[in-house]
């Protein structure tokens, strides 16, 4: 590894090419790897990316989060859902550090992240988007980018400050790049305006981009969907499938569109007050009473 | 030629006023123009300049609004004078001596910035800015208990906190030398301070300041003051970068202290109380936040300022208030700011323009 040149030798470029039909995910049924998870069956006999095992936080006397068990494979397209204030971004939280777990494991991989910090997390291989969008404002779109693919330049800040080639030759590749990952969410021709001057579904595309930019084995985006038209949509559902296509990553999703997550997602948990009631295909969920009666209400349940 | 970003041209563009100004400025010292206190001011606002630009790192560019900046200039101020008055026998260069100095002061101020740092920088806003402040009066008074001297046994050094003792304590052999007398600071000082000095310190700062924005360490330093939980989502270890500007900018003003401090020959450390950092933030505040450029224009305006207003007497101060405030109200006039977009927005228009034509 030479000082200056990026470590993932394999760039997004490929991205370009054309996928033949074939090499796309297909989506597969679920299988049971343990007493309470399940993995889609192409990734069932890996490693999950991220496996929670009675993972739990409370806040003063409140159980935020509890007894929270769940498997997401390799390549799986996961969704997170639940009414409001069910504890999903808290559950978000707590897989990047911005709280610290109360209770429970969590394998990345495989490896407990119980000591990492939020950034250690991330250079580990998690990486997220806000609810609430994120984003750093007052720079640009292609630096929103750049500060993404930070932990993927390697250069010191004597070579910074006097700058040395190794300077120039990352900086030109991470501009390079950083204009392929503005170019998959179609921002290259606002490269040089200010990030928070965007439109908020940009806004939103933007995030994604530069949370890819720390290329990331598990994506986990909060509401990508929140604020954006039905066309928009579309193109987000195609372009999340996309992205796990082309990086070959894990992508888990907090969305209250239903056609979206039902759409899409492979595994979907459904959280109330904190815990799981439900867990399973999109169709599976759909017809589970106790989902329909968490979003419903009992009575409302009943008059269905 | 690929076209330069926006943030390099302007980068090119200070660099290349600096030196215009340095050249002007040169020119018109050797035919004579300067009269002596005009000269006089010329390596004090090269020092100033490098303190706004580099309180403008910590403030502007890391967002962390430090009152102890001073603290760092007499750090440096007083190391420096210890080394150059140390070596005057052994190096009788004087720009080894000067060169000397300032690495040294630069170096003692970005130990004791990173010393500081570590309980400092765990903390945000307000509270930042009192313990830095807290921090910036320790150090002066520190230095105030210091009593140096050197003979050809090498440096002797007492601190001096009952204040019971004097510099006949030091014990120092025949033909030695005192160098810093306690609550008289450094006395005797040979001055070797230059302005072709300062004007290479002002240029090293800005190359430091400036590629260091625009490097992966400048946007992980920005990240951090734009968002905070952002940055650190992305892999950005917060506490280092954070660090990072700051020593940094400790540094610069240990350099900036050590040229100040061996332009007078007497210098106390009173002179680097609060009042000085209240100063350079307000070269910083009125130059803007961030801005580079605009840290050196304030500083020499605003330095020069009470000097041209001499001929006001007694309302000398009166005046310098009114255009502090003045400024202040012009550059945040909400008329001015959108008068001002409308002007950029119009220049832009005619650059896009005029690239299209071509």
């Known amino acids: 590894m030479t000082a200056g040149s990026l470590k993932n030798q394999n760039p997004p470029g490929i991205w370009d090419a054309k996928m033949p039909q074939d090499v796309r995910v297909r989506r597969d049924p679920l299988v049971p790897v343990t007493r309470t998870s399940f993995l889609p069956e192409r990734d069932a006999d890996k490693t999950p990316i991220l496996e929670c095992i009675d993972l739990g936080i409370t806040f003063g006397g409140l159980k935020a989060v509890d007894n929270f068990n769940v498997a997401i494979g390799r390549t799986e397209i996961a969704g997170l859902i639940g009414p409001n204030g069910a504890g999903k971004t808290t559950i978000f939280n707590l897989l990047t550090k911005v709280y610290q777990p109360t209770h429970g494991t969590i394998l990345l991989d495989g490896k407990d992240i119980a000591a990492m910090s939020t950034a250690q997390i991330n250079r580990a291989g998690i990486a997220r988007t806000f609810q609430n969008i994120r984003l750093f404002h007052n720079q640009t779109v292609l630096d929103n980018v750049l500060i993404g693919l930070h932990n993927e330049m390697e250069y010191g800040m004597g070579s910074a400050i006097l700058r040395l080639p190794g300077y120039w030759k990352a900086e030109r590749i991470a501009r390079e790049r950083a204009m392929e990952y503005l170019s998959l969410f179609h921002l290259e021709g606002h490269a040089e305006e200010l990030a928070g001057s965007l439109p908020y579904g940009a806004q939103r595309r933007l995030e994604i981009a530069r949370a890819l930019a720390t290329n990331p084995s598990l994506l986990l985006l909060d509401e990508p969907a929140a604020g954006m038209n039905p066309s928009e949509t579309a193109e987000l559902m195609e372009n999340i499938e996309k992205i796990r296509d082309t990086f070959h990553i894990a992508i888990l999703l907090i969305e209250h569109d239903m056609s979206l997550v039902m759409n899409i997602c492979e595994g979907i948990v459904v959280l109330n007050f904190g815990r799981i009631i439900a867990k399973g295909t999109p169709s599976d969920i759909r017809a589970n009473p106790a989902v329909i009666e968490a979003y419903l209400g009992r009575k409302g349940a009943k008059t269905l | 030629m690929k076209k330069l970003s926006k943030g390099a041209r302007s980068d090119l563009i200070t660099y290349a006023a600096v030196i215009l100004a340095f050249i002007v400025v040169s020119v018109l010292k050797s035919n004579g123009s300067l009269n002596r206190s005009q000269s006089g001011l010329l390596v004090p606002i090269c020092c100033y300049i490098v303190m706004a630009v580099s309180l403008n790192l910590t403030v502007g560019i890391l967002g962390d609004l430090s009152l102890g900046h001073a603290g760092f200039m007499s750090v440096g101020a007083f190391t420096g004078v210890i080394t150059a008055m140390s070596l005057m026998n052994v190096i009788p260069s004087v720009w080894l001596r000067l060169t000397l100095a300032m690495i040294v002061g630069a170096f003692f101020a970005a130990v004791i910035g990173f010393l500081i740092g570590i309980p400092v920088l765990r903390l945000t806003g307000d509270y930042l800015a009192i313990v830095t402040l807290a921090f910036g009066e320790i150090i002066k008074e520190l230095i105030t208990c210091l009593l140096v001297g050197v003979d050809s046994e090498g440096l002797h050094i007492i601190f001096n906190v009952s204040g019971s003792k004097t510099a006949n304590d030091l014990k120092l052999l025949e033909g030695g030398r005192v160098i810093i007398k306690g609550a008289q600071g450094a006395t005797g000082t040979k001055t070797i301070a230059s302005f072709t000095a300062g004007f290479i310190l002002v240029m090293i700062a800005l190359v430091i300041v400036q590629n260091l924005i625009r490097s992966r360490q400048g946007r992980a330093i ?53 009042n000085t950092s209240i100063l350079v933030l307000v070269f910083v505040v009125l130059g803007g936040l961030g801005n580079i450029w605009g840290s050196i224009i304030a500083t020499v305006v605003l330095y020069i300022l009470p000097e041209a207003l001499r001929g006001f007497a007694n309302y000398r101060m009166l005046i310098y208030a009114i255009v502090l405030i003045v400024v202040m109200l012009a550059t945040n006039n909400p008329v001015l700011k959108t008068y001002r977009e409308e002007l950029r927005a119009k220049f832009s228009r005619k650059d896009k323009k005029e690239a299209a034509d071509t």
């Open chain 2, 222 to 274: 920005m990240a951090v003051r734009d968002n905070r939980i952002a940055a650190e989502s992305v892999g950005i270890n917060v506490t280092r970068y954070k660090m990072m500007a700051f020593v940094t900018s400790a540094a610069l003003a240990g350099a900036a202290g050590a040229l100040f401090g061996l332009n007078y020959s007497n210098l106390a450390a009173t002179k680097f109380d609060f």
